[in-house]
């Protein structure tokens, strides 16, 4: 008998095993934590308007009221009637101020503005004056052809200016009392001047002036000396 022979070569991996038997139930667990609080549901839709309930017992009358005193209502009255005569002024002057900035015309010194109202030649002197101006003297043609084009513009036949001979008869002057010396521009036959009572003077829209009656009324021609920078 020979030798024992070299150890062999380990063999091939054996096959799976069978799957064995189900092991025992185990024992019931603890029971759980509590689940946390579930959001909250969507609002429902509103519900049908309730039926009208019924009429409740009348309330016990109320304690009898303090004596009245006497209204001192006059005070008021004065007020509200001094706020009213405000309120017209600034409408007044709203109207004005509007009016001026739609249609206006300028030179390098003065503006002009056509006031869209009839009134006498003295109303318009004090019209023009209370609002900073004077009634418009055109001195040269420069402003005698603007207030012209103007007048002709607006559609407008006949305008006060500040020229008359309230003063002296026949003497005709402008507003700030200076003579018509270096400028006028009377329509051919004008001053005419009948029977005395033609002392005002208007522009007509061919820019030619006409003596006029005073107490007669019409649109006038303001002018405003602009504030020097
Ligand atoms: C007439 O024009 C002259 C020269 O420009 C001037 O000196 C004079 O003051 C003017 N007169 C009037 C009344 O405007
Ligand atoms: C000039 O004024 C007079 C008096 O108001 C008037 O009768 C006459 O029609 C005027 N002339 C013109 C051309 O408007």
């Known amino acids: 008998q020979g030798d024992d022979g070299e150890k062999g070569d380990p063999g091939e991996e054996g096959k799976l095993g069978k799957v064995g038997r189900m092991g025992p139930k185990g024992i019931k667990g603890e029971l759980g934590d509590m689940g946390d609080q579930g959001n ?4 429902g ?19 009898k009221g303090k004596a009245g005193t006497v209204c001192d209502c ?12 405000s309120v ?10 509007k009016n001026v900035i739609a249609g206006i015309r300028e030179t390098e010194e003065k503006f002009y503005y056509i006031v869209q109202e009839e ?16 009634l418009a003297m055109p001195k040269d043609e420069a402003a005698n052809t603007l ?12 305008v006060f200016i500040g020229v008359n001979d309230l003063e002296r ?8 009392n200076t003579p018509l010396q270096n400028y006028s ?3 051919e036959g004008e001053p005419s001047d009948p029977y005395g009572h033609e002392d005002c003077v208007e522009m007509l829209s061919s820019g030619r002036w006409n003596d006029t009656e005073c107490h007669l009324t019409m649109y006038f021609v303001c002018e405003f000396v602009k504030k020097k920078k």
């Open 40 to 43: 909250i549901g969507k609002t």
């Open 45 to 63: 839709p509103i519900g049908k308007k309730g039926d009208k309930g019924e009429k409740g017992l009348p309330g016990i009358p109320g304690g």
């Open 74 to 85: 006059g005070r008021y009255r004065k007020v509200v009637g001094q706020l009213d005569i």
């Open 88 to 97: 017209a002024r600034l409408k007044t002057s709203m109207k004005f101020v």
């Open 119 to 134: 009134k006498s030649y003295r109303e318009s002197l004090t019209h023009c004056r209370i609002r900073g101006g004077m």
């Open 147 to 158: 207030i012209a084009d103007y007048v002709a513009k607006s559609g407008f036949f006949r």
């Open 169 to 176: 008869e026949g003497q005709y002057v402008f507003t700030d």
């Open 185 to 187: 521009n009377w329509k």
